[in-house]
């Protein structure tokens, strides 16, 4: 059942995988066994997403009632902390690990934050919308239905060997002549990337897809080429050294929070929190 309920939420047989930690062939096999035993269809192929078929809409409801039911069994003391799911994209992410979760928690340590990675904004929005997630962070408004509030920009910069001579800034235009590591092709992230160079007007030649983001970073270490991320203050992994450099004009990705119209108290406190971290930084537009 959790698996049902990770499908739905992430959208993808590959993010709902890895969200539960396990292999997508062993994900497909298990989901097969319950459609088998229920005598139903759950999911259909919808390009490279998953939809619910045509009456599945109750299974995936009991399915919720059922790993509630299992969270509350495994149990809850009195005084433990409570659990507040947020959904994000792994590259926003990022950003509001280092940006804001650390100040909510010191200031909030009765409540646990769980961190739900989707497979791009399309994912996350559908995590909120179904309830999984209380809150969504994303890099692109939410569609009618939910609340959006447009929080902040994050900077992208080039993560880079810390041996390669560029300029820093680097002008937009020199990414033609910069070898990058982008995610794989016909993944979600991939088509975010692609978009943002063609908005930029350039074409960086490719020398590694992948879309394991700590492939990343060890590929960057040893030289193998640069890639682009919210800027940090930390390195990619512990003990790797690389260089970030600033874009000339900079390169600013807005960010959304998206969440039903009910919150909780926890959730309420934790926009509060992102809203705080966003109004302290210096706000533009990507054209």
Do not use: K
């Amino acid at each position: 059942m959790r698996y049902v309920v990770a499908i739905v939420d992430c959208g993808t047989m590959s993010a709902a995988a890895r969200h539960v930690h396990v292999s997508q062939p062993a994900l497909t096999r298990a989901v097969r066994r319950l459609e088998a035993e229920l005598g139903v269809t759950l999911f259909e192929r919808s390009g490279r997403n998953v939809v619910l078929a045509p009456g599945a809409e109750r299974v995936v409801d009991s399915a919720r009632r059922i790993c509630a039911e299992v969270e509350r069994l495994q149990g809850r003391s009195p005084g433990a902390t409570s659990a507040l799911v947020v959904s994000s994209t792994p590259t926003v992410a990022t950003w509001f690990t280092e940006r804001v979760v650390p100040n909510f928690v010191r200031a909030r340590p009765d409540v646990r934050i769980q961190m739900v990675l989707g497979d791009g904004s399309d994912a996350v929005e559908g995590s909120v919308r179904s309830g999984h997630a209380e809150i969504g962070l994303m890099d692109r408004p939410a569609g009618e239905g939910l609340v959006c509030r447009s929080l902040s920009h994050a900077e992208l910069v080039l993560v880079s060997p810390d041996t390669l001579e560029l300029p820093d800034p680097l002008p937009v235009r020199l990414l033609n002549t910069v070898p990058l590591i982008v995610p794989a092709a016909g993944s979600v992230r991939r088509a975010d990337c692609d978009l943002l160079f063609r908005r930029l007007g350039v074409d960086p030649p490719v020398v590694l897809e992948t879309n394991d983001r700590n492939a990343w970073s060890r590929a960057v270490a040893s030289g193998v080429g640069s890639s682009i991320t919210f800027a940090t203050t930390e390195a990619l992994s512990p003990g790797i050294t690389v260089r970030q450099r600033r874009f000339d004009p900079p390169i600013l990705i807005p960010l959304h929070v998206a969440h039903r119209h009910s919150l909780s108290e926890a959730a309420a406190a934790f926009l509060a929190a992102a809203h705080e971290a966003g109004t302290n930084l210096t706000t533009g537009i990507m054209e």
